[in-house]
């Protein structure tokens, strides 16, 4: 089922995981993930794809397990920065053999030692590789993409994200997630702004917990999302108990999910960091308010 006819139905709820990075190329431990995640009942699963082609095939095939294994639908990441066409039909007609009606059209991230300058560049933007999958795969796949509610690092300002989420949108994405923030105005923001400049697909707020100290500063300075006072202060007075920072983590993404039900959200994904039994947190303390949000 392609994701934008159930977004035509109703909000909906996700997860997004990665490909583990194992040395031995085994990713046995992801279905372990997935076996627990699967029991909390999603419309989708997304999986991340490594640029240079790192984790190219493992995204494929868990994709393919999600969908023909566990009947859920899963999304495909595909990135385009340093890919050839030839690349790129390989991996879309594995992925049209597999099934996998949806794949997250992405820019992606230039792979460690690659040469921005000197090495061949068939696509600068996520714009493009939405173009070549309509031109190439007409109707075959439903396609999204990434959006940036504190503006994408390389744009100069929200004008110019919006134009280049324009281009995006009018080369074939249906609909939208969103990159991690902790302040929902931001989100409200991004759909003031994207609805005034003709953006009308949805656009699903992408969540991820704060669990971890560390890990979310330098995710918040990877990502370049701003970290709210209130938020700040928690981290900085429990900051050294582990157990304490769970909680403030939960409690947080918890409030930001009923904030942004209250508001009217397409829909919630949440980034679990291949960690099950934080989005299964997360639902026992929403559990009510998402069977009204989902069946509304």
Sequence with gaps: MKIIDLLHQRPTLSFEIFPPKNHDGDISSIYNTIDELAKLKPDFISVTYGAGGSTTENTVEIASKIKNDYNIEAVAHLSCIDATPKQLTRIINSLKTNNIENILALRGDYPKGYDPVNAPHYYKYASELNEFISKNYPDTFCLSGACYPEVHQDAVSLEEDLQALKKKVDAGAEYLIT???????????????????????????????????????????????????????????????????KEVGLNYATYQIIDLITN????????????????????????????EFIND
């Design 179 to 245: 990159q991690i923030f902790f302040d929902n105005n931001y989100y409200y923001r991004l759909v003031r702004e994207a609805r005034i400049r003709g953006i009308n697909v949805p656009i699903i707020a992408g969540i991820m917990p704060a669990t971890n100290s560390k890990s979310l500063l330098n995710i918040a300075k990877l990502s370049g999302c701003n970290i709210p006072y209130n938020l700040s202060a928690m981290i900085e007075r429990f900051k050294n108990n582990p157990y304490a920072m």
């Design 264 to 291: 009217g959200v397409d829909g919630i994904h949440l980034y679990t960091m291949n960690k099950p039994e934080i989005a299964k947190e997360i639902l026992l303390r929403t559990n009510n308010i998402f069977a």
